[in-house]
């Protein structure tokens, strides 16, 4: 009897230790799980302040004649506000749709910049709603620069000999699209001008 409890004792002892160990385990990967909750936080602030950074920067070479908003800020949850000069903030609402275009622009550059991946980029009407001169600062700024494969699809009304001649160093290939039907669309390698 006493070799069984004996046995018993040994059985128990063994799964203590088995326990201990599954509890070091389970505290251990605790943790890990909020090292890495702190870890993404710092990464997301950090990310943050980088979009931030690179936005206003690029705004400013975008907007060039606004003299209403002073900076653009990203909050925590990434949603951007822009501010006068005196920190007072600026309903996005009460923004052209123009320049909101320039603001979501200048943040779709600040993303490539920060995350330093470049991916090929397709604008349809790249200049619709663009006064002419943040239309040139589009096109001698943002698209010889966004990124290796940006393809840019203008109406003929949109991009004038001016633009185009801004753009023309840039460009490896131009194809015109013909649709005069509406229903089917074909292309002739062949600049625009």
Excluded at 5 to 33: C, F, M, P, W, Y
Excluded at 37 to 45: S, V
Excluded at 71 to 100: A, C, Q, T, W
Excluded at 137 to 151: D, F
Aim: glycine share 4%; hydrophobic share 30%; proline share 4%.
């Amino acid at each position: 009897e006493i070799k069984k409890l004996e046995r018993d004792i040994k059985h128990q002892e063994k799964q203590v230790k088995i326990s201990g160990t599954a509890k070091n385990k389970v505290d251990l990967s605790h943790d890990l799980k909020v090292f890495f909750k702190m870890y993404k936080e710092e990464l997301k602030k950090k990310r943050r302040q980088e979009i931030e950074i690179k936005l206003n920067e690029f705004s400013k070479k975008l907007i060039t004649s606004n003299t209403q908003i002073g900076k653009i800020k990203v909050y925590d949850d990434f949603s951007l506000h822009p501010v006068d000069k005196s920190e007072e903030p600026i309903g996005i609402n009460s923004l052209s749709s123009g320049m909101r275009q320039l603001i979501a622009t200048a943040l779709l550059w600040a993303l490539k910049d920060v995350s330093r991946k470049t991916v090929p980029l397709v604008i349809d009407t790249p200049l619709g709603r663009i006064d002419r001169e943040h239309q040139e600062n589009l096109l001698k700024y943002y698209y010889p620069s966004v990124g290796r494969q940006v393809i840019i699809l203008p109406t003929d009304s949109e991009l004038d000999i001016d633009k185009y001649n801004l753009l023309q160093p840039h460009i490896c290939q131009e194809f015109q699209l013909r649709n005069p039907d509406g229903e089917s669309t074909e292309y002739i390698e062949k600049s625009m001008y």
